[in-house]
């Protein structure tokens, strides 16, 4: 494989739990130049979905998309919604960015022609314990057909010699969860340091 000489994209998905230090790092996160964070709060009360936007400068609506209430996206201006699986449908009348989270290549030709970008899921390691990793081998075969594209963006915690992989596989972008807020405890720290250093680590590495 060729490796594709191309900038990709950074994505940032939040804690699944709200945290008190979170909007301070989300707003060093910001200045450090992310320009995508995904508000992935799953059965959360749109309550704390609002604080949390609140506490952040207005500035950075445009660079937010969120996976539930999507009444916030036209409250707040935000930049889209997303559909964490296949099945769900996006919600009546609504106008504006579609993004979507998909575990299945063979699903991926349909579910891109209506979303702006597409998260596959359990590329390389597993985020989904409900699903098995995708191998190497149905990844080269997925981006010798033409599946993966710069609207396809893998979910995964990269080591350095993983992102070369999946930038040679023609991958849009990276997004980030875990792998970035291991390098914090909620209950233990409030230095946020390593956060910020890891993510910078990241961004230069996929550039």
Request: aromatic share 10%.
């Amino acid at each position: 494989m060729k490796i594709a000489g191309k900038i990709m994209k950074l994505v940032i998905l939040t804690r699944p739990t709200y945290f008190i230090e979170e909007d301070k790092i989300l707003t060093s996160l910001f200045e450090e130049g992310m320009d995508n964070l995904h508000l992935y709060k799953p059965e959360s009360s749109p309550m704390y979905a609002e604080r949390l936007l609140t506490l952040l400068s207005e500035e950075y609506y445009r660079y937010i998309t969120v996976h539930e209430h999507f009444y916030l996206k036209s409250e707040y201006k935000l930049a889209g919604i997303h559909l964490d699986n296949t099945e769900k449908f996006v919600p009546e009348g609504y106008k504006g960015n579609v993004s979507r989270t998909c575990n299945d290549l063979q699903k991926l030709k349909d579910i891109k022609k209506n979303s702006k970008y597409v998260f596959l899921d359990n590329v390389l390691c597993s985020h989904n314990n409900n699903s098995p990793t995708l191998s190497i081998d149905e990844l080269k075969y997925a981006s010798h057909m033409g599946l993966i594209d710069k609207k396809v963006y893998a979910i995964c915690s990269p080591k350095a010699e993983d992102i070369k992989t999946i930038k040679a596989l023609g991958f849009g972008g990276i997004v980030l969860g875990n792998d970035l807020w291991n390098h914090f405890d909620i209950h233990s720290q409030t230095n946020f340091s390593s956060i910020v250093e890891h993510f910078k680590k990241i961004k230069k590495a996929i550039n």
